[in-house]
């Protein structure tokens, strides 16, 4: 398990509940769908907390009830804000597939290739549990778009 200290998806987001010009917004939640997440996918913070990006202001992410500003200049490694909990279960399985358009035995991820996209916002915790149903292989996964420190795995680095 590790903690995400910056965002998995180039997000807009706006304050309170402005619509987005290319998101969409919740009203009266501190929740919102950045620009270029899948449908439903959502960021959520903390009652009191304001969201501060958008066309024109891009610099500022959000801010805490204290008036603590969390932008592009904050420590990502020390300074994060309140997130949520995401927990993601993956099924490694066997199967003929032919995505080129040739027959062959691939790895799938939850019955799917490409695997699962995992989105997160900046502040979130992320929980990967992985049941490996290969029937002849070990494994190893890795992760790309997020720095991780090495003592949330037992890899020497994860970047």
Known sequence: MGLLSHSFVTVLSVLGSTPLAFGRSVPGKNVFAPRGATDGFQCEYPAGWQFCNDVGKRDCWV???EGKVFNISSDYETQIPEGKTRTFDLV???KTI???GVNKVASLINGKYPGELIEACWGDTIIVNVK???PHNGT???W???RASSKFSNALSIH
Request: charged residues 15%; hydrophobic residues 30%; proline residues 11%.
């Open 140 to 142: 190893t996964i890795h």
């Open 144 to 146: 790309h778009g997020i």
């Open 98 to 100: 032919s995505p080129d």
């Open 63 to 65: 801010i805490n009830p």
């Open 132 to 134: 490996n149903e290969l």
């Open 92 to 94: 490694l399985s066997e």
